[in-house]
């Protein structure tokens, strides 16, 4: 394999890498914050709760296939 293409790929993986650091508290926060609002007694803060654990887990599947790819692309970078 080209040093260059390597490189390359070096570099995104380290970008992904990045990424998944900002994801995950993110999620952390969007679930917590769900739960805060689970708490309430009325019914807006059911929508809001619903609303962002359905985002907390959209921001996990968005992390698993992050991952995938990264470990897609350091196979690649090592073969």
Known sequence: MDKDKADL?????DA???KLV????IAGGFGAYSISFFKQ???IGY???IVFMF???AIFVSYTKLNATIKELESLKNG
Do not use: R
């Open 9 to 13: 790929l070096s570099k995104i993986v």
């Open 16 to 18: 992904l890498y990045k």
């Open 22 to 25: 900002v994801l995950i508290p």
């Open 41 to 43: 007694d009325n019914s």
């Open 47 to 49: 929508i809001f709760a």
């Open 55 to 57: 985002t907390s887990i």
